[in-house]
């Protein structure tokens, strides 16, 4: 079996030499370690907070570092710099420290004055995480949600009126594919019932 070779595409995809991948939850290591394996020399994890408030998975930070990505904690960005023509040249953060815990019980990243720096890159990936649409509260005013947005639904998956069902991140928030797979599974045996009168 010869080596995997990636499909030639219409729209070729970039990836720098340098990248700054914003965030530190899973989807930030997935896209450092996906960098580095297209071809990055240096890929860095930028995150305001320390290595101990990482949301990501902690065998997906050991794997990042295993794979070179370089973790740069309190960190938080504040500008992306630009060349005239549009390319990155670089990302402005300024240095932080960890204050009291915010309303999550999360300690808040205090910014520490004239603590600026810039990390020479030439590619900027931001991954900070993902909420529901807004607008699905706005157009659906029948749907119950709750403070963050989510659906709320009732123990067959069902919004509070017939004919709709949810499941997956939109109920839970962000969680598993597999747990996304469930809800889908039970959400499908519900409108299997509904359709046939069950």
Known sequence: MGAFKFPKVATPVYVGKNV??????????????????????????VYRRSEAEMPARKEE???????????????NPIEIIGTEEGWVKGIKCIRTQLGEPDASGRRSPVEIPGSEHVF???????????????????TT???VTNKK?????????????PGVF???????????VIS???????????????????
């Open 61 to 75: 930070i050991i794997h990042a570092k295993e794979e070179g990505v370089q973790l740069h904690m309190l960190n």
């Open 120 to 138: 020479d890159v030439n590619m900027v990936v931001i991954a900070i995480g993902q909420g529901p649409n807004p607008l699905l509260r706005s």
């Open 166 to 176: 949810a499941g997956g991140d939109i109920v839970t928030g962000a969680a598993t």
């Open 180 to 198: 996304a797979m469930g809800a889908g599974k039970k959400a499908a045996v519900e409108i299997d019932n509904y359709i046939n009168g069950k």
């Open 20 to 45: 700054a991948v914003v965030g530190a939850g899973n989807v930030a290591m997935d896209a450092a370690r996906t960098a580095k394996r297209l071809g990055a020399e240096n890929v860095y994890v």
């Open 149 to 161: 947005g989510l659906i709320t639904v009732n123990e067959k998956e069902g919004p509070p009126f």
């Open 141 to 143: 005013p029948d749907l």
